[in-house]
């Protein structure tokens, strides 16, 4: 048995605000909710449960403008329209105890035409319409365009506003989403971005648009009078490319971000231990690099196949991480945070049994996203089935 009970410490925030626990439930992609992004019953029975015991629940991949829509039914904050359905899944997380987070997102390059209504938009159009050729998802009619200026702009707007929507529905906080190759980080990176005006070119100029995305965000907390009010910002640490960001970078990005009143830093990765491959802190786990940068000014928010509970305590003893957050583990587990906190291991799944749905709470379009492409790296194994290694490196 592995005493994980520093799991639901409480931990309070620099802005003074009180987290119930050091367990998270990670922004993830469901594909669940309506085409207008409004809530259904498949998204109301995955809510169920899974916020107990849990400090931050994070609600991933909200749209801030309709340019930015990279998933079918996305949940959107782009209008007052979108209030309704951000207040509801609010309240499903919040009388829980969690504290629900908003997750703000813009797919960039990786926006899909059929949700948006206009061709995908990014930094730059070169390198954005080859990416989508790697990926074999290019289509003549749906080639990425460079933004202009003006739609840059729009986008930052969005932001803001959002986060305003946001306070107005009940959420504890935003995260901004600056990970997983979507516009923050296409923005930052030398790869993605081949800008020569004020948003790309120096490092500095390339930066700018992930801090003028946190600007406002701060700015609509204090128009909305809401120190309390929680904003974190999700990054990828590492790209694998040639140009692509380093840790040199991200530790450069997170000294800027640190000189701005935000709550808390999540490095998305797929293995929680994953070291750093170049840069300051090559061979040292990329957490522990964050964190020793950090040095307690904000929480440092930490995920990567933690599945059980041994993985959770390794990741506890690790001390270079102040949340812990598992999304396989919360898709598999309806009630990972009561069999964590009640010591009830061998109650914990790793993988979905395809013929007992009625375990899980995941239906729909999930489920059978589940079904075709569970292989342990995004999506959880499925029982009986063979499943190659999953990339620790993807991200």
Known sequence: MYDNSKLFEKVKLNNGVEVPSRLGVPPM????????????DYERHFFQYRGENVGLYI????????????FPGGPRAICEADLAANEERCKLVKEQGALAI????????????????QNPIGPSADVGNQTLKDKNVYEEDEKVVEMTDEQIRNVIKGFGFATELSIKAGYDGIEIHGANNYLLQQFYSAYY???????????????KFCLDVLDICVKA??????????????????????????????????????KRPIQYIHCSQKNFFQETRRGEGAGIPRLKVLYDEIKGRCALVGVGSLLSAESFNKA??????????????????RHLGKYLKENKEDEIKDE??????????????????????????WLPKIKGKHNPPPNVYKH
């Open 29 to 40: 992609t469901l594909f669940l909710q309506n085409p207008d992004g409004s809530v259904n």
């Open 59 to 70: 609600l991933g991949a909200v749209a801030v403008t309709q340019d930015g829509i990279a």
């Open 102 to 117: 908003n997750q703000l997102h813009h797919g960039g390059i990786f926006a899909v035409k059929k949700y948006t209504g």
């Open 193 to 207: 971005n081949r800008r020569t005006d004020e948003w790309g070119g120096t490092l500095e100029k390339r930066m």
């Open 221 to 258: 907390r204090e128009k909305m009078n809401r120190p309390d009010f929680i904003i974190g910002y999700r990054l990828s640490p590492e790209e694998p490319f040639e140009n692509g960001i380093t840790m040199t970078e991200t530790l450069q990005l997170v000294r800027e971000l640190l």
């Open 316 to 333: 506890l003893n690790a001390g270079y991480c102040d949340f812990f957050c598992s999304g396989i583990g919360f898709i598999v587990n």
């Open 352 to 377: 979905i049994d395809p013929d007992h749905p009625e375990l899980y709470g995941v239906e729909g379009p999930f489920w059978k996203l589940c079904m075709e492409q569970g292989d342990g790296s």
